[in-house]
C-alpha cells in the first residue's frame, strides 16, 4: 500500500539564501519555534563532487516520535511494543548545484519503519536568467544556465507513505485467531489492508500540518538572514546554547 501527497511552494527569496536556511531551520528552537520536536542534529558527512562542483550532504536528525498518536492507537501493542513517546531517528541526504541553481533533498525515517515509512523528497529551484531555458533538474547537468541572484525559490516536496503491515498482520492474525477461538479477532475484524489504508491517511493528514509549519520555519529563519545576516544567526544560535546551559 503506497500513499503520495505532493505540494508546491514559493519563498520570495533568493536560491543561495534558500539552501542556507535548509541547513540552519534546526539549528536551534529559540531561533526556529517550529523546531521544538528536534532533539539533535549530526552531520555524518559531507563533500564536493570535484567534477562537478555539487555540496553533497548526509545528516541525521533526532526528533520526537513522527508516528501519529491516532496511528499508535490503531494498533495493538503486539505491533507496537506499547510506546507512543520514543523518538525517532530521521536521515536526510542533499546534493546542492549553486552555479546551475538546484537542490535536492530526501528524508526519511528510520524508526517505526515496520509499522509505516515515511519518505520525503524536495526539489528547491531557482529561476533561470534566461526564461527560454529549461530549469535544471537534479538528473541533468545543464550549463548554459545560471540561478538569478535575486528573486524566489521554488520548492517541489513529495512525500510518499507506504505501510508494509500486512504480511505481519496476517501472521499474527492468524495467532489471535487461534487465542480468540477462531473468530480472528481484532485483526479479522479490521482487515489487513484496511489497517493499512488507515495508517497512511491519518499520516498524510498529520504531514500536511507538518508541512505547513516546516514552511513558517524556514520563513523566520530566511528573516533572521535577511535582518542579521549568517553571522548574525549563528552569533543568535550560540547565545541560545550558551542560555540552555545555564538553565540546565
Known amino acids: 500500500m503506497v500513499l503520495t501527497h505532493t505540494t508546491n511552494h514559493t519563498y520570495n527569496h533568493p536560491f543561495p539564501t534558500v539552501t542556507l536556511a535548509f541547513f540552519l531551520r534546526y539549528c536551534s528552537p529559540q531561533l526556529n519555534p ?4 528536534v532533539l539533535s542534529t549530526d552531520t555524518i558527512s559531507t563533500h564536493v563532487d570535484p567534477d562537478t562542483g555539487r555540496l553533497h550532504t548526509t545528516r541525521i536528525h533526532l526528533k520526537k516520535s513522527r508516528m501519529p498518536p491516532a496511528v499508535m492507537k490503531l494498533l495493538p501493542t503486539s505491533i507496537t511494543g506499547g510506546a507512543s513517546d520514543k523518538a525517532s531517528y530521521i536521515l536526510e541526504t542533499s ?6 541553481g538546484w537542490m535536492s533533498t530526501e ?4 524508526n517505526f519503519v515496520g509499522v509505516l515509512s515515511v519518505v520525503e523528497k524536495q526539489t528547491y529551484s531557482a529561476p533561470a536568467l534566461s526564461s527560454t531555458s529549461a530549469l535544471p533538474t537534479p538528473t541533468t547537468h545543464n550549463t548554459t544556465t545560471a540561478p538569478s541572484p535575486n528573486g524566489t525559490t521554488d520548492v517541489a516536496t513529495t512525500v510518499i507513505f507506504r505501510s508494509r503491515l500486512g504480511e505481519r498482520i496476517r501472521s499474527l492474525g492468524h495467532s489471535q485467531a487461534h487465542q480468540d477461538g477462531g473468530e480472528g479477532g481484532w485483526f479479522a475484524r479490521i482487515g489487513a489492508r484496511g489497517v493499512q489504508r488507515s495508517i497512511e491517511s491519518l499520516a498524510s493528514t498529520k504531514t500536511q ?6 514552511r513558517e520555519g524556514m520563513k523566520i529563519i530566511l528573516e533572521r538572514l535577511r535582518q542579521t545576516g549568517i553571522i548574525g544567526v549563528l552569533e543568535l544560535r550560540k547565545m541560545a546554547r550558551e ?6
Open 243 to 248: 542560555r540552555s546551559m545555564e538553565a540546565a
Open 209 to 214: 500540518d507538518q508541512l505547513g509549519k516546516s
Open 107 to 110: 528524508s526519511r525515517n528510520l
Open 95 to 100: 546534493v546542492v548545484d549553486m552555479r546551475e
Open 34 to 37: 517550529f523546531a521544538n520536536h
